[in-house]
């Protein structure tokens, strides 16, 4: 369980969590607040089949890295 299918879920729960707390902003912000606030995965690589390494920043493999709920959240509220 991996990928979209594992990632997917995890940012809906998030950007819920977001609109909660700020329920007026557009699907840009709530993009940029997970995006600025993802913990920057820099090691390992994405699913045997593609093989793409991880990177510093933004990346094929991990995308903008893992979720932080709480402190997008937390961006959200003081950024907006």
Not at 48 to 75: E, I, Q
């Amino acid at each position: 369980f991996s990928g979209t299918s594992a990632a997917a879920p995890q940012l809906a729960g998030a950007a819920a969590l977001i609109l909660d707390a700020k329920p007026d902003l557009v699907p840009a912000q709530v993009i940029e607040a997970l995006s600025e606030t993802a913990i920057d995965i820099t090691t390992g690589s994405c699913h045997p089949r593609f093989n793409r390494a991880a990177a510093v920043g933004h990346d094929v493999a991990t995308g903008s890295g893992l979720v932080n709920a709480a402190a997008a959240v937390k961006y959200a509220t003081e950024e907006f």
